[in-house]
C-alpha cells in the first residue's frame, strides 16, 4: 500500500483545513488508518484513527476539533481539522494497519505504512 497525504498549509489561529491521505491497491477497506503528528523538536504522536469498521479513536487533545473519516469507494481517508491552535503545528503523517492488530491503533507501531507527511502551520 502506497499512502499520499496532501491538504496541510498555513492557517490563522481558529481556522480549518482538510487533509486527505489517498491509498494505492484495491484492499484499501481492509485496512485500519490512522493519523499522526510530529511537531518540531518533539516525537511522533497519535492524533486520530479509524478501524475498517468505522469505529473511531482520537487524542484527547484534539476530541471536539479534529474528525477522521474515510471513503473506501476513493480509497481515501480524510482529517478533517477545525479550531486550530498553534499547538496543532505539525507535520501530519497518515498510515495504515492490517490483519490482526497487537498494540492498539493509537501505536505508531501497529502502523505497517506510512504516507510522507503535509504540513500544517497555524499561526497566532
Known amino acids: 500500500v502506497q499512502l499520499q497525504a496532501s491538504g496541510g498549509g498555513l492557517v490563522q489561529a481558529g481556522g480549518s483545513l482538510r487533509l486527505s491521505c489517498a491509498a494505492s491497491?484495491?484492499?484499501?477497506?481492509?485496512?485500519?488508518m490512522g493519523w499522526f503528528r510530529q511537531a518540531p523538536g518533539k516525537e511522533r504522536e497519535f492524533v486520530t484513527a479509524?478501524?475498517?469498521?468505522?469505529?473511531?479513536y482520537y487524542a484527547d487533545s484534539v476530541k471536539g476539533r479534529f474528525t477522521i473519516f474515510r471513503d473506501n469507494t476513493k480509497n481515501t481517508v480524510y482529517l478533517q481539522v477545525n479550531v486550530l491552535k498553534p499547538e496543532d503545528t505539525a507535520v501530519y503523517y497518515c498510515?495504515?494497519?492490517?490483519?490482526?492488530?497487537?498494540?492498539?491503533?493509537?501505536?505508531?507501531?501497529?502502523?505497517?505504512?506510512w504516507g510522507q507527511g503535509t504540513p500544517v502551520t497555524v499561526s497566532s
Open positions: 498510515a495504515a494497519a492490517g490483519g490482526l492488530l497487537r498494540l492498539g491503533l493509537k501505536e505508531s507501531k501497529e502502523y505497517d505504512y
Open positions: 479509524i478501524s475498517r469498521t468505522y469505529i473511531t
Open positions: 491497491g484495491r484492499t484499501f477497506s481492509s485496512y485500519h
